[in-house]
């Protein structure tokens, strides 16, 4: 009756359901819940339980599907990993968050396209308003002063950015 461990229960109900409830706890695995006043070795030892590979290089990374004119930088990656290590991500979650990269990014890129082929496209219909029958002419003769002073290499330069075809840079060389 003095027992302090007993004092909570109410009858022998009480105590048969809390035995129970023991009993159903023997010889599963149990952690430790985490504390603000652990160490570096507690965190990591807690980390390798919930499945943080070994070492940064242990991450396998996702097929990420990046627009064709993008590549992952590998030394980018490698300090992804090494951050995502420190902070104890397990294999799961490294996938995770690179299939989220890969998204934001991919979608960030089309949405860029997008937003520049119509910003394009109105450049060129104002500079149409504004030649007006002279349009094709006078893109003529812009062509002919980019290749004048730049060269057919200064042409395809600009052609492969997109800035032969920006309608401030045609007018520049009209």
């Not at 599963?28 to 504390?35: A, D, Q």
């Not at 990374?61 to 992804?80: R, T």
Request: net charge negative; aromatic share 8%.
């Amino acid at each position: 009756r003095g027992e302090a461990a007993l004092a909570d229960f109410k009858g022998i109900e009480g105590l048969a359901k809390s035995y129970l409830d023991t009993k159903k706890l023997v010889g599963t695995k149990r952690m430790e819940e985490p504390s603000e006043s652990w160490d570096d070795d507690k965190w990591n030892e807690l980390y390798g339980k919930l499945g943080r590979p070994d070492t940064p290089d242990n991450y396998e990374v996702p097929e990420i599907k990046l627009p064709d004119d993008l590549k992952l930088d590998e030394e980018l990656l490698g300090q992804a990993k090494t951050e995502f290590h420190k902070l104890g991500l397990n294999k799961k979650q490294f996938a995770g968050v690179m299939g989220l990269y890969g998204k934001v990014v991919s979608e960030g890129v089309e949405g860029g396209k997008a937003t520049a082929a119509q910003a394009l496209e109105a450049g060129v219909t104002a500079l149409k308003k504004e030649w007006g029958d002279n349009y094709d002419a006078n893109l003529d003769i812009a062509g002919s002063a980019i290749r004048k002073f730049g060269g057919e290499e200064f042409k395809a330069t600009l052609d492969k950015s997109g800035l032969g075809s920006d309608p401030a840079m045609v007018k520049t060389f009209h």
